[in-house]
Structures are given as structure tokens and as C-alpha cells.
């Protein structure tokens, strides 16, 4: 587990304008968080339930297809969603210009 | 909303690499396209999906913020979801390098 949750981390380490980082399993619990709790916890539930439709949309479309990861933009920020094999992690990032 | 539908296609006249584009309402019914017609009504649908999604995780994380645009890597192909007013357009395109 922690060397996935490492290598997870380690790709964002050098990005820059980071808001905050959660690494959570597959039930949508936070495991690793640089956020307060409660933010953490929403956080990981919104996005495994937005990861897991996003899957079975690109299922859908071709079932030799698969999500890899995505990135929202919000009004506030934007919001890097990648999935990894037991884990997954959502980056917060202000956006760049 | 010919005019809205022409904005939002001319963003995108200048980006490289464009499988497709699809515009649809917010029915999930495409507008314009120049993907085959079961390709279209099938993403547009998808698509309209998880917009909805997306607006209603970003809404329950903060009230006062909003869904502006998506981009999802899969392994074929990236995806641009972009709304605007009472459409939405959907962009395949060949990753870059």
C-alpha cells in the first residue's frame, strides 16, 4: 500500500499552485490528506462516486476503453482526479494562467 | 442559439488533433457533430451524464462554487466537456505528446 500512496504522491510533488492533496481507497476513505478531515472525507466520497461514472462512461462508450484521469475546472479551482490500482488521489490546484 | 453554438465551436477550430466534436442540448440530444450519428447520440448522452455529475459533486463540495469545464484521459483518447447555456460540447481528441 504505502509504496503505491508514495509513488501516487511523489508524481505531484513538483507541481506547482497545489491546494491541497487526498489519497483515498476505493470505499472513498481519505488515507493519506494534507486537508482538514471533514474537507478530506466530502472530498474523497464526491470524487470516488464522480470516478466511478466516469468509468462506466468510457465503458460504456467502448468497452476496450479506460479512464485514466481527469482534470475539472471550477470557478474557485481546478480538481485532478487520477485513479491507481487501490487508490486514488485528487490534487486541488489553483489554476495556472 | 445558432450563435451560442458557433462560439462554442469556435474555440476549437484552432486545436490540433480533433477526432470529433459533438455539441447536444441538455436532453443529451447533439446539435451539430462530426461524428456518425450512433457515435453522437451515444456520447452526447454519456456525456450529459456525467455533467450532471460533475455540477452536483462540485455544488455539494461549496454551494457558491461551479463546474466550468472537464477533461478526461482515457486510454484512446481525451475528452473536452465544456457547458455553456443550454448546450454543451463534447471534444475527442488524439492526446498530445
Known amino acids: 500500500m504505502s509504496a503505491e500512496v508514495e509513488e501516487m504522491l511523489k508524481r505531484f510533488q513538483n507541481v506547482k499552485n497545489i491546494i491541497g492533496i ?3 481507497d476505493y470505499d472513498g476513505i481519505p488515507i493519506k490528506t494534507t486537508l482538514e478531515n471533514v474537507q478530506s472525507v466530502h472530498l474523497a466520497c464526491h470524487m470516488h462516486l464522480l470516478t466511478e461514472k466516469a ?3 468510457i465503458l460504456d462508450l467502448d468497452a476496450t476503453n479506460e479512464f485514466v484521469s481527469m482534470r475539472m ?3 474557485y479551482f481546478e480538481i485532478i482526479l487520477m485513479p491507481s490500482d487501490n487508490y486514488f488521489i485528487v490534487v486541488l490546484q489553483n489554476p495556472s494562467d
Request: no cysteine; proline share 0%.
Open 55 to 57: 468509468r462506466q462512461v
Open 22 to 24: 487526498v489519497v483515498a
Open 73 to 75: 475546472r471550477t470557478s
